[in-house]
């Protein structure tokens, strides 16, 4: 067992030191893979940013229940009632239809219209809260809503929390197809990296064969080498994502300021980082681990 952790450690130290004296090589490749990764990252950071501002300014989904003009007070009364007790309702506020034609006369133009009418023509209604926003929800409450009696309609209001979850859905769809494609090239940068390193230690590979040395003996430091260099792109992956977001938050501060808001876009947390990083070393390896089973077994 020590003599297998001590090899793993002699083989990423090689791996290091095969990385530190290519600097030029490694730079590059290192300055691709990050490019590449931080189009993806940059997308779902953007959304995730877009999301957040979205629903925070986004007013919240409510039920307009209207009530028969015929309506009697007692029927009024077991509305409100039975809202109170309906754990899904969070608030619920009466309207009566003379503060409904008060605040229809205050819109702008519409005060000859109300006054042509001769009588109010606008009934009773709640404006009704729900503690689940989620349109699913809001579309059963209404269900059960328009059984109660007295009630003539109900109009749900979650046309927006509907556009909002498509729109979400899609961008995620597009984001996840990009870094898939991306992820294909990436893969394919460091198969041709490592390549060029087996080839460059063929006879050094012939050698340790001779004298007994495995396959996997002999892959183990190219692994380490691949995971390591997909572990630098990671990083100026981050690096770039920190540079460009630090940029357009130069703008972003200034249009919120117009808005009375201090919004800024977020960066990436330690989960997030983490996870990038750890992406990009797992598609060195893959690179890495095909590249070495192909080409290992042509050097004999």
């Given at each position: 067992?020590?003599?297998?952790?001590?090899?793993?450690?002699?083989?990423?130290?090689?791996?290091?030191?095969?990385?530190?004296?290519?600097?030029?090589?490694t730079?590059?490749?290192?300055?691709?893979?990050?490019?590449?990764?931080?189009?993806?990252?940059?997308?779902?950071?953007?959304l995730?940013?877009?999301?957040?501002?979205?629903?925070?300014?986004?007013?919240?989904?409510?039920?307009?229940?209207?009530?028969?003009?015929?309506?009697?007070?007692?029927?009024?009364?077991?509305?409100?009632?039975?809202?109170?007790?309906?754990?899904?309702?969070?608030?619920?506020?009466?309207?009566?239809?003379?503060?409904?034609?008060?605040?229809?006369?205050?819109?702008?133009?519409l005060?000859?219209?109300?006054?042509?009418?001769?009588?109010?023509?606008?009934?009773d209604?709640?404006?009704?809260?729900?503690?689940?926003?989620?349109?699913?929800?809001?579309?059963?409450?209404?269900?059960?809503?328009?059984?109660?009696?007295?009630?003539?309609?109900?109009?749900?209001?979650?046309?927006?929390?509907?556009?909002l979850?498509?729109?979400?859905?899609?961008?995620?769809?597009?984001?996840?197809?990009?870094?898939?494609?991306?992820?294909?090239?990436?893969?394919?940068?460091?198969?041709n990296?490592?390549?060029?390193?087996?080839?460059?230690?063929?006879?050094?590979?012939?050698?340790?064969?001779?004298?007994?040395?495995t396959?996997?003996?002999?892959?183990?430091?190219?692994?380490?080498?691949?995971?390591?260099?997909?572990?630098?792109?990671?990083?100026?992956?981050?690096?770039?994502?920190?540079?460009?977001?630090?940029?357009?938050?130069?703008?972003?501060?200034?249009?919120?300021?117009?808005?009375?808001?201090?919004?800024?876009?977020?960066?990436?947390?330690a989960?997030?980082?983490?996870?990038?990083?750890?992406?990009?070393?797992?598609?060195?390896?893959?690179?890495?681990?095909?590249?070495?089973?192909?080409?290992?077994?042509?050097?004999?």
């Amino acid at each position: 067992m020590r003599a297998w952790l001590r090899h793993h450690r002699q083989a990423f130290a090689a791996a290091l030191g095969k990385l530190l004296a290519q600097k030029s090589a490694t730079l590059l490749n290192a300055l691709v893979i990050g490019v590449v990764l931080a189009l993806p990252a940059g997308g779902h950071v953007l959304l995730a940013n877009l999301l957040a501002v979205t629903q925070r300014f986004s007013p919240e989904p409510q039920l307009s229940l209207f009530l028969q003009a015929a309506a009697t007070k007692a029927e009024s009364d077991a509305v409100a009632a039975r809202l109170r007790a309906d754990t899904r309702v969070a608030a619920a506020r009466f309207v009566p239809r003379e503060e409904a034609l008060k605040s229809l006369r205050a819109t702008e133009g519409l005060a000859e219209v109300v006054a042509a009418l001769g009588q109010n023509p606008l009934p009773d209604a709640f404006v009704v809260r729900a503690r689940d926003a989620a349109p699913e929800a809001l579309d059963a409450l209404a269900r059960d809503l328009r059984l109660l009696g007295g009630v003539a309609h109900v109009q749900v209001d979650s046309a927006w929390a509907r556009r909002l979850a498509a729109i979400a859905a899609t961008g995620r769809i597009a984001i996840g197809v990009l870094a898939a494609l991306l992820a294909v090239g990436l893969v394919a940068v460091t198969f041709n990296t490592i390549r060029l390193q087996i080839l460059t230690h063929a006879e050094e590979i012939e050698v340790s064969r001779l004298i007994g040395a495995t396959d996997g003996y002999i892959a183990r430091p190219f692994y380490y080498f691949g995971f390591a260099q997909g572990v630098a792109g990671g990083l100026v992956a981050l690096a770039i994502l920190w540079l460009g977001l630090s940029a357009l938050n130069v703008g972003v501060q200034e249009l919120a300021s117009s808005y009375g808001s201090t919004f800024r876009l977020g960066f990436p947390g330690a989960a997030d980082a983490l996870s990038i990083l750890a992406f990009a070393g797992l598609l060195g390896w893959l690179g890495s681990y095909m590249s070495v089973s192909v080409h290992l077994r042509q050097i004999t």
